[in-house]
Structure formats: structure tokens, C-alpha cells
Antibody, heavy 119, light 106 residues
Framework: DVQLQESGPGLVKPSQSLSLTCTVTGYSITSDYAWNWIRQFPGNKLEWMGYISYSGSTSYNPSLKSRISITRDTSKNQFFLQLNSVTTEDTATYYC????????????WGQGTTLTVSS | DIVLTQSPATLSVTPGDRVSLSCRASQSISNYLHWYQQKSHESPRLLIKYASQSISGIPSRFSGSGSGTDFTLSINSVETEDFGMYFCQQSNSWYTFGGGTKLEIK
């Protein structure tokens, strides 16, 4: 069965960069699908951040495009989120999730990792 | 951006009730609308895809309908395990989510 697991630092200072890892088991991230990052703010609002596809192409939410980068390590079956110049408004639970590449839904999700931005 | 508005924000029901949750899009999205359930301290779980298509492993009491701008998630005979948050999500243009409906026990 496909499983996704996020990991990260838990706490980041304002103006720094955050880096999160999603480790996928049960499916190769180079076989098919898109591999997404989605975050949920306090108060429950969900925001799609971007994805890296099985081929390595990326797509980002325009609201984040200047700050975000999604990369991968195919040898470890992992993909990564980097978000630059964070503020307290980036405090959220971050999920990785799988989807078809376009026009679709998220069928497998990780359990989420909470990130707090605070000095 | 396509804005999804869910109503009501909170719905208080008794187990055994039939309930309908609404999701309205700010412009037509055809049937590119998907529903999720999220229980406390868990990640979202896909319930319905493309407005009305069922998902393997999801109980048959969950159903979806609608197209264009107005969509409904129905739960036929709510069970205690169904209480939690419900979100809609569109994939017609980028991806956005509704603000959610909280289903609680009356």
C-alpha cells in the first residue's frame, strides 16, 4: 500500500527557510502521478502549494511562486519542500499527498507535520 | 482564483439523520469537484471524486451530486464515526479548497 510520511524541524525562525521531507513507500515516485505539498493553517483552511511530477516537472501555486521549490531524491524515493523567507503566517500543518498530474484529486496523504514559525 | 464556499459552517445532527452539505463555486468548474472527510488530528480522506464518483472503501451512505457551480455531499443515515470536518476541493483551475463544514453531534 502507498504510504507517505512527512518530516521536518518543527520550529523555524522568521526570515529563515523551511525544509520538509516526504518519504514515500509502496510506490516509486518516478513511475507515475504528481507528488504534492498541501498545508493547513490554524482554523482549518487548506492551501495547495505545489507538486513535482513523476517526470520531475514542477508546478507551484502562483501565490507562493517566488518563495517555493520542490525537489526530489529518486534514490531515496523522497521529495522535498523548501519555502524561503518564512513569516508567522507560514505556521501550519504541512501534508504531502499524491494526485494524478492534472485536474484531479488527492488520493493518498501523509499524516502531516506541524511547523511553527517563531522567534 | 476559484473560490469554494461551503455551507453551513457547522451542522448539528443526530445519528441516523440524512444530511446534505453544500459547496458552491465562484465560477463553473464542470464536475472537477472532490470531497474529503477529516477527523480530529488526522489527515483528510478522499470520499467522492468528480462530484459523484464513488471511492473504493468508502461506505455507500456517502454520495455526491452537482455540476457547474453547485454541489452537494449527502450522508444517508449518519453514523457516529462520520462526525468531523468535510472539505470540498476543485481541480478545474489550479487547486483550491472550501472552508469546510463541521459535522457535530446534536
Amino acid at each position: 500500500d502507498v504510504q507517505l510520511q512527512e518530516s521536518g524541524p518543527g520550529l523555524v525562525k522568521p526570515s529563515q527557510s523551511l525544509s520538509l521531507t516526504c518519504t514515500v513507500t509502496g510506490y516509486s515516485i518516478t513511475s507515475d502521478y504528481a507528488w504534492n505539498w498541501i498545508r493547513q493553517f490554524p482554523g482549518n483552511k487548506l492551501e495547495w502549494m505545489g507538486y513535482i511530477s513523476y517526470s520531475g516537472s514542477t508546478s507551484y501555486n502562483p501565490s507562493l511562486k517566488s518563495r517555493i521549490s520542490i525537489t526530489r531524491d529518486t534514490s531515496k524515493n523522497q521529495f522535498f519542500l523548501q519555502l524561503n523567507s518564512v513569516t508567522t503566517e507560514d505556521t501550519a500543518t504541512y501534508y504531502c499527498a499524491r494526485s494524478l498530474k492534472t485536474g484531479t484529486y488527492f488520493d493518498y496523504w501523509g499524516q502531516g507535520t506541524t511547523l511553527t514559525v517563531s522567534s | 482564483d476559484i473560490v469554494l464556499t461551503q455551507s453551513p459552517a457547522t451542522l448539528s445532527v443526530t445519528p441516523g439523520d440524512r444530511v446534505s452539505l453544500s459547496c458552491r463555486a465562484s465560477q463553473s468548474i464542470s464536475n472537477y469537484l472532490h470531497w474529503y472527510q477529516q477527523k480530529s488530528h488526522e489527515s483528510p480522506r478522499l470520499l467522492i471524486k468528480y462530484a459523484s464518483q464513488s471511492i473504493s472503501g468508502i461506505p455507500s451512505r456517502f454520495s455526491g451530486s452537482g455540476s457547474g457551480t453547485d454541489f452537494t455531499l449527502s450522508i444517508n443515515s449518519v453514523e457516529t464515526e462520520d462526525f468531523g470536518m468535510y472539505f470540498c476541493q476543485q481541480s478545474n483551475s489550479w487547486y483550491t479548497f472550501g472552508g469546510g463544514t463541521k459535522l457535530e453531534i446534536k
